[in-house]
C-alpha cells in the first residue's frame, strides 16, 4: 500500500513538472500529519539533494526513495518537537552555533569575492618575488605561481585588515577579573 500512494505521490509531482506552473507549486504532494508537502518543497528538496543523493533522482524507483526519505525526516522532526526537544537549551545552542558560522561563511564569502576583484598583481611585485626567492626554474614556468602567491597574500592582508578596522570601530571591554576567572575554572 505504501508502495502504491508513493507512486501516486510521484505521479503527481512528475505530472506538474511537466504541464508548466499554473498554480501547480500550491499542490500537496504529501500529508504528514499536519504538514503539507507542495510540490513547490518537493520540487526545492530534489534541486538542493545532497551531491551523494543526486543520483536517486534519475531513477523513478530512486524518486521514490527520496521521497520516503523525506517523509521519515518529517515523522523524526515531528516527533523531535512533539518531545520538546526543539526547546531543549542544548538544541537552541546548536541552532546558535549553525546560524553564526553559516552568517560568518556569507560575509567572509562576500568580502574575499569583493576584495579579490580589487587586487592587482604587477609584473614588477612578481619579480621582484622571483629573484628574492631563488628559484632555479625560468621566470616564465613559475610566473602563473608566483602571481598566485602574491595576490592571495595581498587577499590575506586586506581581509585582516578590513577585520581589524571594524575592531577598531567598535566599542570592546575586557573584564581581566572576570577572565582570569574564566581562565581559573578552565584547569
Not at 552568517?103 to 569583493?114: A, N
Request: aromatic letters at 8%.
Amino acid at each position: 500500500m505504501k508502495r502504491i500512494i508513493l507512486s501516486i505521490l510521484l505521479f503527481v509531482f512528475v505530472a506538474g513538472c511537466s504541464a508548466g506552473n499554473n498554480g501547480q507549486d500550491k499542490k500537496v504532494v504529501a500529508q504528514i500529519n499536519k504538514y503539507k508537502m507542495t510540490l513547490n518543497d518537493l520540487r526545492y528538496e530534489f534541486k538542493n539533494a545532497p551531491y551523494d543523493e543526486a543520483g536517486l533522482l534519475k531513477t523513478e524507483s530512486g524518486r521514490k526513495k527520496y521521497l520516503d526519505g523525506l517523509i521519515e525526516k518529517e515523522v523524526l522532526l515531528q516527533e523531535a518537537q512533539r518531545l520538546g526537544i526543539d526547546r531543549e537549551k542544548d538544541f537552541m545552542k546548536s541552532i546558535e552555533n549553525y546560524w553564526e558560522q553559516a552568517l560568518l561563511r556569507i560575509l567572509l564569502e562576500r568580502k574575499s569575492k569583493e576584495i579579490s576583484g580589487l587586487i592587482h598583481v604587477y609584473d614588477n611585485e612578481i619579480e621582484a618575488y622571483y629573484k628574492d626567492s631563488g628559484e632555479n626554474l625560468p621566470l616564465s614556468k613559475v610566473k602563473n605561481e608566483i602571481r598566485d602567491i602574491i595576490k592571495q597574500k595581498k587577499e590575506t592582508d586586506a581581509m585582516n585588515a578590513w577585520i581589524d578596522e571594524l575592531k577598531k570601530r567598535s566599542y570592546i571591554k575586557i573584564d581581566e577579573n572576570v577572565l582570569k576567572e574564566a581562565f581559573s575554572n578552565n584547569k
